[in-house]
């Protein structure tokens, strides 16, 4: 079965073909039965699941030429994003943290959203990169059982949650939501993969290159808490919305974590791959 994957080209809604060469446009394609709003789609995330269905399995006349540079942030106006920090027993170690009992959650504010190949634009020196996988709501509400979770969940993505450290730690105890939410420093993409087409969704490869040397390398079955774990968490504080995104934390071998520290530099391209997800490239200005 084709995966389904959900883009966003020039604003509007498509879904991307499995070529990864071409898309269709979801209003045009559903006959106007569905927005092209991204955002109103997601709302009705089985209805786009059906569509998908019916993509023809050979490129057609209906589809256009892709450059998967062209993609827009497949999610452009979440309510909410939730980012869990410490999550991966490796990365816990060389943050020189002890494991948390409980996620330990904050936030990006929306307005820090960039496109899946936009440009991050570096303040200070110590600006990072952080690898994640991202899961995406479809379906909100409160409560929500771990059990129940990947039915509440649209799909998966790549993220980066760039941070800059010197503004996290700029103080004691240390904040995070202000030094991971500049301008552009929340990168997700480049499309959005169903979790329901997907073979495996609990133990993905990961891999964060900066500048073509690999710096973060792992499966995501190192993750302390899993995302059902998080929903559950989460939507027992906070109603959840179609939407909201949530990060999950990221590996080890951050710039933070090493000796030297490797923070980024102007020019670096930090190129962000998930198994099956696809990649995210941005470059540092
Ligand atoms: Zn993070």
New binding site residues.
Partial sequence: MANLRFGCVAGRAVLVCDSLKSFVDVEKFSAGKLPSDPMACIERWAEVAALAKTLPAVESVEMSALDLTQLDCPVPRPRQIF?V?VNYKAHAAEMKHGLPKEPLVFTKFPSSLNRPFGAIQLVGEKCDY?A?LVAVIAIGGRDISAKNAWSHVAGLCVGQ?F?DRELQYANTPPQFSLG?SRAGFTTIGPYLTDAATLDSRTNLEMTCRVSGEIMQHTQTDDMIFEIPDIIAYLSGICELFAGDLI?T??PSGVGAGRTPPRFLRRGDIVETTVQNLGTIRNTCV
């Fill in positions: 980012a920090g952080e994640e949650d941070s991971k990060y934390g990221t």
